[in-house]
């Protein structure tokens, strides 16, 4: 058995209640719940307290659906300090309040030097690698004062992390439990495709950070005239799910996995393909 959950904020910007309403049609396990993304009027900067956390954690959990993760997508390597600068103290402001929400990750991909995260030349510099190390050291030090985890996600391509081997490089620098990866495989794959099988690709991520892994996200994509495309449901495109639902029933039994990029429209048959080809990977 699988545990599947949803991105709250693919389902419309919504009253808490009107949202949970809305994902407990579709029976998730879990939810990513993005505050600022999910919610009509998200609580501002600095506003958020224990009481408020509990509330929005209850309105889920009397519909039987945890918080897995607690988005705050942040860019950690913002080109404007000032930018960056309050970015990472509303980070720091969910890290503080996260168990409250019942839920100790809070997530964040790692960043560009592009003000919007797009594809920047200099992200790639080794300075922006050390930018990064150093906002998310700042990170951790609340999230360790707080029984919190900042929970990161690779980009290829785009981002800072960018590569299986930078992950790996990162996570054995800071070196923090209280640290942890957001694993989108499909995020991972570059835009040329890959040279070997997804499931090597897989099993690679797995041997250099699976211990790290604390929740997983599935969409697909397809390969068209040599590039990748799409961020499409899962079992719509062209991801090896028997191998990478094979791995992680081995090695992450139980763990969130996140559906990205569903909607009312195909969430379902998605949720039923995924169950399916984890049936019968089991057999």
């Known amino acids: 058995m699988i545990s599947l959950g949803l991105r709250a904020h693919d389902y419309g910007r919504l009253p808490p209640e009107q949202l949970a309403d809305t994902l407990a049609a579709f029976q998730p396990d879990s939810i990513q719940l993005a505050l600022s993304k999910a919610l009509v009027k998200p609580p501002l900067s600095g506003s958020l307290s224990p009481g408020y956390a509990r509330r929005i954690r209850n309105i889920f959990e009397q519909r039987n659906i945890s918080i897995a993760v607690l988005g705050c997508y942040i860019n950690?390597?913002?080109?404007?300090?000032?930018?960056?600068e309050q970015m990472l103290r509303s980070?720091?402001?969910?890290?503080?309040?996260?168990r409250d929400f019942g839920c100790?990750?809070?997530?964040?991909?790692?960043?560009?030097?592009?003000?919007?995260c797009s594809y920047h030349p200099d992200t790639a510099k080794p300075e922006t690698f050390d930018l990064l190390c150093g906002?998310?050291?700042?990170?951790?030090?609340?999230?360790?004062?707080?029984?919190?985890?900042?929970?990161?996600?690779?980009v290829a391509d785009q981002h800072t992390i960018s590569s299986i081997e930078l992950m790996d490089c990162f996570?054995?620098?800071l070196a923090s439990p209280a640290l942890r990866v957001i694993y989108d495989p499909v995020n991972l794959i570059p835009k040329a495709g890959?040279?070997?099988?997804?499931?090597a690709f897989f099993a690679?991520?797995?041997?250099?950070?699976?211990?790290?892994?604390?929740?997983?996200h599935v969409k697909d994509f397809r390969m068209e005239r040599g590039k990748k495309t799409g961020d499409l449901p899962a079992g719509t495109g062209d991801i090896d799910y028997p191998a990478l639902?094979?791995?992680?029933?081995?090695?992450?039994?139980?763990?969130?996995?996140l559906l990205e990029n569903s909607s009312p429209q195909n969430v379902r048959e998605a949720m039923a393909f995924l169950r399916k080809t984890a049936d019968a990977v089991l057999l």
């Open 76 to 84: 950690p390597v913002h080109p404007d300090p000032a930018v960056r």
């Open 91 to 98: 980070f720091e402001e969910h890290l503080r309040y996260a």
């Open 104 to 116: 100790p990750l809070v997530g964040t991909e790692t960043g560009s030097r592009d003000p919007g």
């Open 135 to 154: 906002s998310v050291e700042r990170l951790l030090k609340t999230a360790e004062a707080c029984g919190s985890i900042v929970a990161v996600e690779a």
């Open 171 to 173: 996570l054995r620098r």
């Open 194 to 199: 890959l040279t070997g099988t997804q499931e």
């Open 204 to 216: 690679r991520a797995f041997g250099c950070f699976g211990e790290h892994i604390a929740a997983i």
């Open 245 to 257: 639902l094979r791995i992680l029933l081995e090695r992450k039994p139980g763990i969130d996995i």
